[in-house]
């Protein structure tokens, strides 16, 4: 019984494609998160929500855009994917947004743009 | 804004050798503190964490000590294995309701048996 899952675990596409990532979370979390990481595993935030709102938003293009249809799913699509979008995604939660709460990652998906 | 600088790496050990990675941060307040490991293909996994100046954060044998005069969480382990090869990331979480985590830009450590 994992904890936060994502799917798919590895992704490889075409430059100019839309693709779309899942995460689930069964921790019965409050908010959860999107990162990315490089080939020099450099950790990004991307987005978080809190109860289905979004609360981080960093200066990612808004080809990304996230979507969270409740508390334990938080998805992310991708339109005109660039070959820069070659990444590690992780997906994470935390209890809530409080003081010194943990967050939990899943175990990424691997995109590759060819 | 908040940062975390950690100790650079790579860091190549001998099994049973000391372990120390260097963490500082800048941030303002009351930070909360996180290690986190990162094994191959894996996502990360939290290590220990200390929420308030002189706490103490241990687990399987690694610590840190939550350093509020120099702004320090530096990770030690007193013997280190082969299985302990991976990436280390030091983070912190800031003492507001944002929930906006800053992470280091993590160390890689390989034990040679």
């Known amino acids: 019984d994992t904890a936060v899952s994502q799917t798919p675990k590895y992704l490889v596409t075409q430059m100019g494609n839309d693709k779309s990532i899942k995460c689930e979370q069964n921790?019965?979390?409050?908010?959860m998160y999107w990162y990315k990481q490089d080939s020099k595993k450099f950790l990004k935030i991307m987005f978080s929500?809190?109860?289905?709102?979004?609360?981080i938003n960093e200066t990612v293009p808004n080809r990304f855009s996230p979507k969270s249809p409740d508390k334990a799913h938080l998805n992310l699509h991708i339109n005109s994917l660039e070959l820069g979008d070659s990444a590690v995604y992780f997906c994470?939660?935390?209890?809530?947004?409080?003081?010194?709460?943990?967050?939990?990652f899943g175990d990424g998906t691997r995109l590759s743009i060819l | 804004g908040d940062s975390v600088t950690q100790m650079e790496g790579p860091v190549t050990l001998s099994e049973e050798a000391f372990l120390t990675i260097n963490c500082t941060y800048t941030?303002?307040?009351?930070?909360?503190l996180f290690w986190y490991v990162q094994y191959p293909g894996e996502g990360l996994q939290l290590l220990l964490k200390?929420?308030?100046?002189?706490d103490k954060g241990s687990n399987k044998g690694f610590e840190a000590t939550y350093r509020k005069e120099t702004t320090s969480f530096h990770l030690e382990k007193g013997s280190v294995q082969v299985s302990d090869s991976a990436v280390y990331f030091c983070?912190?979480?800031?003492?507001?309701?944002?929930?906006?985590?800053?992470f280091g830009d993590g160390t890689t450590l390989t034990v040679k048996p």
């Open positions: 994470a939660s935390s209890q809530d947004t409080g003081h010194g709460q943990p967050q939990h």
């Open positions: 921790l019965g979390h409050d908010t």
């Open positions: 929500y809190n109860n289905k709102e979004l609360i």
């Open positions: 941030a303002t307040g009351y930070p909360s």
């Open positions: 200390a929420t308030k100046a002189d």
């Open positions: 983070a912190l979480t800031p003492n507001t309701n944002a929930g906006k985590s800053t």
